[in-house]
């Protein structure tokens, strides 16, 4: 019997490869255009989707997996695993923690614990993947779950900008109650996460003005040369971040990146032409 199973939701974008190589199970999201609902990554992955999106009259909606969803992977995981860590996007934006920790109250064989990522995407991944190796290394789940707390507690950064605000808008996935509606179009603010929400980090007026910001942001916890992990996130815009990744592995030869992507959730609420960096100091 192995200890400890790893689950985590699809915002996280992990490739197919990286799933079956940590034996990650993924709970995909949903992403409903009028009366039909895709699960995302598995019914619909992101260049279906950005087409979709295009020949669409109606904006898509975005829901969280059933618990139902939670249950079926709970006891599966269960017959062979006595314990089970969930990681999924953060709380403060969608219900997919509710519907994991609802879910695991109601199966047995299995002790199962969610962790709040407080973030999403390739950065919840990070999470994800220290998971992972943990526990095909054999740790417990105490010490897996207190891995995952120091990674917060030292600091997850994520830094993302829009081309339309009115998307998060749309969405009510924007705490932003300082922001004049008027304005929202007007504006290139860089967003971030606090306390699981999604707020403006600095109102900003140009693209260009705004990703130099995160750059300086980045550049802060990257120039002592301490080792970090990073991911430059895209959303259908992949040249542009291709260009910055090789920028900043030529700029500081400490930072190993991973290009990752929004997919059709997230995509929905960021729009395209979307680009993030997020970053931990390993
Ligand atoms: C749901 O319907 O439950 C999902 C809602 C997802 C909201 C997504 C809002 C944007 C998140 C951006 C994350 C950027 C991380 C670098």
């Known amino acids: 019997m192995k200890t400890v199973a790893i689950v985590t939701d699809s915002t996280a974008y992990l490739p197919n490869e990286m799933l079956s190589e940590y034996d990650i199970s ?4 949903n992403v409903v255009f009028g009366n039909e609902s895709f699960l995302e990554e598995k019914e ?6 950005f087409e979709k999106l295009r020949s669409e009259n109606e904006f898509p909606k975005t829901s969280q997996p059933s618990i139902g969803s939670f249950i079926e992977t709970y006891e599966r995981l ?9 990681i ?8 997919t923690f509710q519907s994991a920790y609802s879910a695991g109250g109601m199966v047995e064989g299995a002790d199962v614990h969610v962790f709040d990522s407080e973030i999403s995407c390739m950065v919840q991944g990070f999470y994800v993947l220290e998971a992972a190796r943990m526990a095909q290394e054999g740790y417990s789940s105490d010490r897996i779950l207190e891995r995952l707390n120091e990674m ?10 829009v081309n339309d605000l009115s998307n998060l808008h749309r969405g009510g996935r924007l705490n932003a109650a300082q922001l004049v509606v008027g304005n929202l179009l007007q504006i290139k603010p860089v967003l971030t996460f606090v306390d699981k929400q999604i707020v ?3 109102k900003i007026r140009t693209r260009k003005k705004a990703l130099n910001k995160i750059l300086s942001l980045f550049d802060e916890s990257a120039k002592d040369g301490a080792p970090i992990k990073a991911t430059v996130i895209y959303a259908n815009n992949k040249e542009e971040a291709l260009k910055l990744k090789s920028e900043l592995e030529e700029k500081y030869s400490n930072v190993e990146i991973i290009l ?3 997919g059709p959730v997230i995509a929905t609420h960021l729009g395209e032409g ?3 960096l997020g970053w931990y100091r390993t």
């Open 260 to 262: 990752s992507y929004f």
């Open 26 to 29: 993924m709970i995909p999201l």
């Open 78 to 86: 269960s017959k062979t695993h006595e314990e089970i860590i969930t």
């Open 44 to 49: 619909i992955g992101v260049d279906d989707f």
């Open 88 to 95: 999924t996007l953060s709380s403060g934006i969608s219900g």
């Open 200 to 202: 403006p980090y600095e």
């Open 152 to 161: 917060k507690s030292e600091g997850m950064h994520a830094y993302f900008l």
């Open 274 to 276: 979307s680009l993030g």
